[in-house]
């Protein structure tokens, strides 16, 4: 039966639509969040000289004959290529002189002076010790160390990005949805996090033609009705939105240009408002003859949250009107409003009647 395929069509155009854009916008929040407190880096090649257990020691006295330890030193300073080749526990350097500890700047400086003493011949060593203390840079003792094993690639290559200095939207790690410490652009058009929300928002770009295209394909059938306002709007709210993705993180420094780019989301919250306007109120005018086809109660539910909708949308723009919020009271409601609008598309799936 046609109408059955396309209703089949639309509670997975709509389900996809939700998760995918979800998964996009917490997804995004959850990335930046771990790369600014992943702390595991490439652990210094002790294993080469030593047993990560606690309390194993290597020492070597520094001569000239070794460069006074120079050659030690640099090879202390190579780093293993991968995460896991680390010791669960700390190292501590201690240097000393005449069994004395001294501290790394005085050892430079008995090696400078070495040096512009051709007679000078210090008593001078260095002792590596593996500490009863955990080492927090080792991704072995991550609760992610599990999936680490499965794609040590995606690990390794988060401790190449932060080595190399990443400028993301926040140093630390934001909750925006309670504190407005972010807005959505400012955290996802940030590399690397904009591939990921990118490339889901086309994805989504994609399902909501299709979702606008199933509906109106739907209503042609059962009601055979040819021109749906909504479908007109639904489609008008997707184009915007491509444009919206397209532009994010553009550093075109034009104020013409960036009033466009407000101007384009605007434009897509309001035709993306209106289509499930004009389609909730299609739905409402033909709830009993939709009975066959729809679970009446969520189309009530629907009616009643795009009503809400209206009225939140309708009040934010008329704050903002006449008041200059705080910007984390701007953040919060951007945050929150953006991923509520796509309980939309959830009570679209779950509206229509899987048999007929």
């Known amino acids: 039966m046609y109408i059955y395929k396309v209703i089949s069509k639309i509670r997975v155009n709509a389900f996809s639509l939700f998760f995918i854009t979800s998964i996009a916008l917490i997804g995004s929040l959850f990335i930046h969040n771990y790369i600014v407190k992943f702390q595991y880096t490439y652990s210094i090649k002790y294993s080469d000289f030593m047993v990560g257990n606690p309390g194993?020691?290597?020492?070597?006295?520094?001569?000239?004959?070794?460069?006074?330890?120079?050659?030690?030193?640099?090879?202390?300073?190579?780093?293993?290529?991968?995460?896991?080749?680390?010791f669960k526990y700390g190292v501590i350097q201690n240097y000393y002189d005449d069994d004395?500890?001294?501290?790394?700047?005085?050892?430079?400086?008995?090696?400078?002076?070495?040096?512009?003493?051709?007679?000078?011949?210090?008593?001078?060593?260095?002792?590596?010790?593996?500490a009863d203390v955990i080492n927090k840079a080792c991704i072995k003792n991550s609760s992610y160390y599990p999936i680490y094993?499965?794609?040590?690639?995606?690990?390794?290559y988060i401790a190449d990005l932060k080595s190399k200095g990443l400028n993301l939207a926040s140093s630390e790690e934001v909750n925006p949805f309670i504190y407005g410490e972010v807005s959505i652009s400012n955290l996802v058009k940030r590399y690397p996090i904009n591939y990921f929300f990118?490339?889901?928002?086309?994805?989504?770009?994609?399902?909501?033609?299709?979702?606008?295209?199933?509906f109106n394909k739907a209503f042609k059938n059962i009601f055979n009705q040819n021109n749906n306002i909504f479908f007109v709007l639904g489609i008008l709210s997707a184009i915007f939105l491509f444009f919206h993705i397209l532009f994010l993180g553009s550093t075109i420094e034009n104020e013409l240009f960036k009033k466009a780019r407000r101007?384009?989301?605007?434009?897509f919250i309001l035709f993306e408002t209106l289509a499930q306007i004009f389609l909730a109120k299609q739905l409402f005018y033909n709830r009993d003859l939709l009975n066959k086809y729809c679970h009446k109660f969520v189309i009530y539910v629907k009616?009643?949250?795009?009503?809400?909708?209206?009225?939140?949308?309708?009040?934010i723009i008329l704050i903002l009107s006449f008041t200059n919020l705080p910007s984390n009271i701007d953040y919060i409601l951007e945050w929150n409003y953006f991923l509520i609008l796509l309980i939309f598309y959830f009570f679209s799936s779950i509206m229509w009647k899987s048999k007929i």
């Open 56 to 86: 194993n020691k290597f020492s070597q006295n520094c001569e000239q004959s070794n460069g006074f330890c120079m050659d030690l030193r640099n090879e202390f300073y190579k780093k293993h290529k991968k995460l896991d080749k680390c």
């Open 198 to 214: 990118k490339t889901l928002l086309y994805i989504s770009v994609i399902l909501m033609f299709l979702y606008w295209i199933n």
């Open 100 to 130: 004395k500890l001294i501290t790394n700047d005085e050892f430079d400086k008995i090696i400078r002076d070495t040096q512009s003493q051709s007679d000078y011949n210090p008593n001078i060593s260095i002792e590596f010790v593996v």
């Open 263 to 267: 101007l384009i989301i605007a434009l």
């Open 303 to 315: 009616i009643i949250f795009v009503s809400i909708i209206f009225l939140v949308t309708f009040a």
């Open 149 to 156: 094993k499965i794609f040590p690639k995606l690990f390794d």
